[in-house]
């Protein structure tokens, strides 16, 4: 059988133990051709850590790249530009793996050459806790078939369900923790993360994915291409807390970004009413308090986050915005 080649990319923020075992369990596939390259953007590691990635760089076993920034997009960029594989796979470094995962990725790209992304399926471990305490009388759940309504761009974000769901489909999106690609989604079309998606760089997966549709190419989700993510606190994918007020701000640029750059004008607005009535307002399923201090407090971030992203998308006329590509390239 002839192997596609899989370059597996890890982007790392300040994780130590997690980030060994889940190097551990890549190194451990059963796929005979694939490469592993770390973008560490720690600044210091604990010793032990430190030492765990230089005799794994050393042997060549892994590819290890060190920078001095933290974005999550710019990571994946610098990732790819260094990738040999066919298939350009990205998961975080807080998961672990069952040893035929690779496989289940490259199946799909084997069988059907219309498939040129593979969302695959999430058991993260804070999502199948909530589900769990809403429907304790049957204490399972789970979706065959995503709703139509994760089809619409303007809130297919709240009914793309790639935990639940069980049944191989195509979707419009994959989850940034467990997803790939073909490698000419990027040399032949051009398609590259977007690097002004800030913090956690929620929706940044989003963008790069509704960009990807308009080729002809198919996002493609396989529930046995899964993985556990264990959804630390902070770290991995995070340069900031997730608790923190710099974090709600970035959280609804990063969401008004993506409206701004690819909905249409009705389904921008069928998103700003979803992202205030689950986010601001605290309603299903974001379950928020319903607290008037907290509420106020949500909307202030709300607008804020909308000007902020305005801005942002303004300044596209002149600045791409592509600083850490940049940076590498130049």
């Known amino acids: 059988m002839n192997y596609l080649k899989i370059s597996i990319i890890v982007p790392t923020y300040g994780r130590e133990k997690p980030l060994i075992d889940s190097i551990e369990d890549i190194l451990q596939q059963d796929y005979p051709d694939f490469e592993v390259l770390v973008i560490d953007q720690t600044q210091k590691h604990e010793i032990e850590t430190e030492t765990f990635l230089d005799n794994l760089a050393k042997s060549q076993k892994i590819s290890w790249h060190k920078v001095d920034w933290a974005s999550l997009p710019g990571a994946r960029n610098y990732g790819v530009r260094r990738a040999k594989g066919d298939i350009v796979l990205f998961i975080d470094d807080d998961v672990k793996l ?156 990063n969401h008004f970004l993506m409206a701004l750059k690819n909905l249409t004008f009705t389904q921008q607005l069928r998103l700003y009413a979803k992202l205030f009535d689950c986010h601001v307002l605290g309603n299903p399923p974001c379950n928020k308090s319903g607290s008037p201090i907290k509420i106020i407090t949500r909307f202030v971030f709300y607008v804020l986050g909308f000007i902020n992203a305005f801005w942002t998308q303004t300044q596209g006329l002149w600045n791409d915005g592509q600083i850490y590509t940049k940076t590498d390239l130049y």
């Open 98 to 253: 069952k040893p035929n995962y690779l496989q289940a990725h490259s199946k799909n790209y084997q069988e059907n050459a219309e498939i040129g992304a593979v969302a695959g399926r999430v058991f993260d471990r804070m999502k199948l806790a909530d589900s769990a305490k809403a429907n304790e009388e049957t204490s399972t759940y789970s979706i065959d078939y995503l709703p139509e309504e994760a089809r619409d761009p303007g809130i297919a974000w709240y009914y793309i369900d790639l935990v639940h769901t069980t049944k191989p489909q195509q979707v419009i999106s994959a989850r940034g923790c467990n997803m790939s690609f073909r490698r000419d989604i990027f040399t032949k079309y051009g398609i590259w993360f977007d690097e002004r998606f800030r913090g956690s760089a929620v929706r940044e997966e989003s963008d790069f994915c509704l960009r990807l549709r308009k080729t002809n190419y198919k996002i493609w989700y396989d529930p046995e291409a899964d993985l556990v993510h264990l959804g630390e606190e902070t770290g991995g994918c995070h340069d900031i807390s997730t608790r923190s007020l710099k974090y709600q701000l970035t959280f609804y640029h």
